[in-house]
Nanobody, 115 residues
Framework: QVHLVESGGGLVQPGGSLRLSCAAS????????MGWHRQAPGKERELVAF???????DYGNFAKGRFTISRDNGENTMYLQMNSLKPEDTAVYYC?????????WGKGTLVTVSS
């Protein structure tokens, strides 16, 4: 069983930055795709960003130009650098990793953007 654990969430002011981490219990090289979803209260879950094993990256439209996804295979950790944060970025952020048809999820970390 693969476990993913997010960290780095918290309270930040508008315009500020946060770096989220997703640590895996095993090698992240095994994942075809890793990434992040988020869900704000009363709203549907949406894709934030993903990175494939081949290095392809993509982002939700709201994240383009502000967020950067990366990974450190040696540390078995994936990161999401979030800059220029807005109040509407407030949500629980979940990391995921997919292997074939199986997707593993972390339990989430809360990001609150507020003055």
């Amino acid at each position: 069983q693969v476990h993913l654990v997010e960290s780095g969430g918290g309270l930040v002011q508008p315009g500020g930055s946060l770096r989220l981490s997703c640590a895996a219990s095993g090698s992240i090289s095994s994942f075809n795709v890793m990434g992040w979803h988020r869900q704000a209260p009363g709203k549907e879950r949406e894709l934030v960003a993903f990175i494939s094993s081949g290095g392809d990256r993509d982002y939700g439209n709201f994240a383009k130009g502000r967020f950067t996804i990366s990974r450190d295979n040696g540390e078995n950790t994936m990161y999401l650098q979030m800059n220029s944060l807005k109040p509407e970025d407030t949500a629980v952020y979940y990391c995921f990793g997919s292997v074939s048809s199986v997707t593993y999820w972390g339990k989430g970390t809360l990001v609150t953007v507020s003055s």
